[in-house]
């Protein structure tokens, strides 16, 4: 016979937080964010957290390298795509890695042969105004001059004078060498009223350029993951295939967490696959598993060795697993008893173990609910596609701007195979996910800061600084479909049908 959940399957939106008493300490300025990310002893802080509880998808569409650092910089974390060749994904990684925030390499670079007329294509092109000048115009070439406003005057010089002869040369200009520091960087620039300064190795070769309002917008990150080297901290998805190759070349490139990406997480092949890391890596190497949506399967993972959990199948927004194959559970309610199962295992164990919330975000408001309902941190999606900074094309369609978005299933993505149990390649494969348009949103930057604006006042109304306070004290109603009604605006002809401002993660 059959078991059958008392529960039916609910989604984010079938709930509501109901305020608690909030004191006057309560307020957003106060609430940290800061979330477990591996498990941890009762009592022991847990070696890594993060300091917003955003983490963005394993997918193609959404985490490569500049993701991550995009979302670093905020104090989240990306885990790169494992639907690549280990190579091109280890690359990635390490790029995350070497990056030094303040440091660029110059993408406006001109030879001395060139002219004027040129000097300014390629400002109009690139919006740069500031350009070094090598000796074969390449970004790492021999330093020879550079080039700014302030050495041409478009009203006198002639459109085809040579950049030698206009430049400031090399010997008028400062620069610093390769083990200079941001902070040192900055001096110089200020010192000698600079508004950028070139890096050279050893034989006057460029390197980097810092420029002035790299270094003002550096400090004003506050939250910025950094691992204790200073390099921005990023993660990475891995198979129960090919991981005794790509697990080592990860970890070589500079991973600081891996998640073995997978849609159903209950399975050998996942416990084959943590039991390897631990005999390869001991606890040095930090491994998520996932996903699950019941306590069975939490248990399986947790038993198994996982540092954290990750929760849900067939939420996602461009996820069509539930149609395909008939499996899959509401999100709410799947993190909802897997969230009980942790909390009686860190009771029995004295283990605690994160959870991540996956897939079926739609409005920031389910972002608190998800962390009220016991989830410690979250994995977006769609929510991280429509920015500036996911890897797909921004196009215009209709006259509106929107981003490409593609599931890990779909036939896009699909010649990796992510969408079975493990082990070997059999029988036909079928699509699980879609190809899909977002609405462009913008920067990260922006969004992220609208988001936990309210993500702040929400826990503020529930009485909460922080978010185990929040999984505390939430109090939580499920709604009914009328409620649902009465929540949005309602009997009223609405001026403007666009997104209001606020809904900043869509369309209503
Ligand atoms: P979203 O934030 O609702 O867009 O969901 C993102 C999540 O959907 C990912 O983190 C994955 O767990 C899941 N996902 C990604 N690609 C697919 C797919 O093709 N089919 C089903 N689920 C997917």
Known sequence: MAFYFDEPSRTFNEYLLVPGYSSSECIPSKVSLKAALSKHRKGAEPELSLNIPLVSAIMQSVSDDGMAIALATEGGLSFIFGSQPLEQQAAMVARVKNYKAGFVDSDA???????????LELKERLGHSTMPVTEDGSANGKLLGIVTSRDYRITRTAA?????????PREKMVAAPLETSLKVANDIIWDNKLNSVPIVDGDDHLVHMVFRKDYDSHKSNPLEMLDSQKRYMVGAGINTRDYAERVPALVEAGADLLC??????????????LGWIR?????????????VVDAEGFRFLAEAGAD?????????????????????RGQATALIEVAQARNAYFKETGVYVPLCSDGGIVYDHHMTLALAMGADFLMLGRYFARFDESPTNKVNINGSYMKEYWGEGSARARNWQRYDLGGEKTGLTFEEGVDSYVPYAGSLKDNVALTLAKMRSTMCNCGALTIPELQAKAKLTTVSST???????????????TPYVGSSIGLR
């Open 260 to 273: 073995i990406d997978s849609s159903e997480g209950h399975s050998a092949w996942q416990e084959q696959t």
């Open 160 to 168: 085809s004078e040579r950049v030698a002869d206009f430049m400031t």
């Open 483 to 497: 409620s649902i009604v009465e929540g949005g605006a309602h009997d009223v002809l609405l001026k403007d049908k």
């Open 109 to 119: 670079n001109l030879s001395p042969d060139m002219t004027l007329a040129e000097v």
């Open 308 to 328: 954290f959990v990750k929760v849900g199948i067939g939420g996602g927004s461009i996820c069509i697993t539930r149609e395909q194959k008939g499996i899959g």
């Open 279 to 291: 005999a390869q890596f001991g606890e040095g190497v930090k491994v998520g598993a996932g996903n």
